[in-house]
């Protein structure tokens, strides 16, 4: 069983900037991919940004294109997005989560995701 815990979400005003954690442990495989998702009230689930065990591949939503990045540290199982000139649309509810076979490729649907996290809260301010 994979235990992902997201940390560094806030409030921030327009403009600004955050920088999300994901930090997995248990589990007895040893490569997979990430991603990150949200929710936003009333609205459903939906794709962030993913990256590959490898790192050398990444795919993110047209929404945060050139705003966002997602990058990890396989020795530290922890994953990060850094989320920069945030907007009001932004808020919402960010989740990580593990795709067991993205190894050199990533999935950008959340059925691609076996394991989840709790959600960390984000609110950008106009």
């Known amino acids: 069983q994979v235990q992902l815990v997201e940390s560094g979400g806030g409030l921030v005003q327009a403009g600004g900037s955050l920088r999300l954690s994901c930090a997995a442990s248990g589990g007895t495989f040893s490569r997979y991919g990430m991603g990150w998702f949200r929710q936003a009230p009333g609205k459903e689930r939906e794709f962030v940004a993913a990256?590959?065990?490898?790192?050398?591949?990444?795919a993110y939503a047209d929404s945060v294109k050139g705003r966002f990045t997602i990058s990890r540290v396989n020795a530290k199982n922890t994953m990060y997005l850094q989320m920069n000139t945030l907007k009001p649309q932004d808020t919402a509810v960010y989740y990580c989560?593990?795709?067991?076979?993205?190894?050199?490729?990533?999935?950008?649907?959340?059925?691609?995701?076996?394991?989840w996290g709790q959600g960390t809260q984000v609110s950008v301010s106009s």
């Open positions: 990256i590959s065990w490898t790192g050398g591949s990444t």
């Open positions: 989560a593990v795709d067991l076979t993205g190894i050199t490729v990533v999935s950008t649907t959340s059925n691609g995701y076996e394991y």
